[in-house]
């Protein structure tokens, strides 16, 4: 498959990027910094592009020939500076649903591409009909638990509105909804597959792995089965 990586240089992103080649996928990396990567990059069957994703005519001009695109945007530069990354998110946390209609506006010219967003755990059920972006004392002792401020719940409940904005859409959309708590760790290939709530482990926690969720993301992308829908993945 030839599969594009918005925002490849990321946690997530660059191990998507690892992941799909080690499975022998074509890649086609985009990045703020494409020139620098591409630079450093000795790896086979990878191309590095500078793409704008809230721009639909440039996200337009990278689809011919991708089988699907996978959307692992962040403002900033998170796997540089995750501080930065952070306050962006907060001071703009509308980017997210305008990084998901752009996306769909770029689609209307490629419907049969693919379009996989990864998005954030705050759109998960943590009780009947309740998420978690709108459950306040539950979502604040997350981000505490995971070492992010509470000012953060603005970006958390922009990301929800980013899966409401692809809701809305017919295009081939699937989101992402990582746990609670991911960070780089190891590959395990072992974790369990949710759709609205969030996988817990025996201790009640929701964690995965950056590079499990790179493989539960490429299994998505060779074989789909969850088109217009969301899902989630934990230990």
């Known amino acids: 498959m030839r599969i594009g990586v918005i925002g490849a240089t990321g946690t997530i992103g660059s191990r998507v990027v690892a992941e799909g080649l080690e499975r022998g996928h074509l890649i086609d990396a985009f990045s703020r910094d494409a020139g620098e990567a591409a630079a450093r ?23 011919p020939g991708l089988d699907v695109l996978i959307s692992a945007f962040q403002p900033g530069n998170a796997a540089r500076d995750l501080a930065d990354t952070v306050r962006r998110s907060i ?48 979502l604040h002792a997350t981000l505490d638990g995971v070492g992010l401020p509470r000012a953060y719940a603005a970006a958390v409940r922009g ?3 980013a899966l ?60 789909p089965r969850f088109v217009q829908r969301r899902f989630t993945i934990g230990y």
């Open 41 to 63: 990059e000795g790896r086979a069957n990878i191309t590095w592009a500078n793409l704008d994703v809230l721009d639909p005519a440039s996200i337009a001009a990278a689809l």
């Open 164 to 223: 409401n904005v692809l809701r809305t859409s017919n295009r081939r959309w699937t989101y992402f909804s990582p746990a609670e708590d991911i960070t780089p760790g190891e590959r395990t290939g072992r974790f369990r597959i949710g759709e609205d709530q969030p996988v817990r482990d025996a201790e009640g926690r929701s964690r995965v792995s950056a590079e499990d969720a790179a493989v539960a993301l490429i299994d998505e992308a060779e074989l």
């Open 91 to 138: 001071a703009d946390a509308g980017v997210y649903a305008t990084a998901a209609r752009a996306l769909l506006k770029a689609l209307e010219s490629h419907p049969r591409t693919r379009l996989i967003v990864i998005g954030g755990a705050g759109s998960l059920e943590v009780g009947p009909g309740v998420v978690l972006a709108d459950a306040e004392e539950r």
């Open 159 to 161: 990301h929800r509105d």
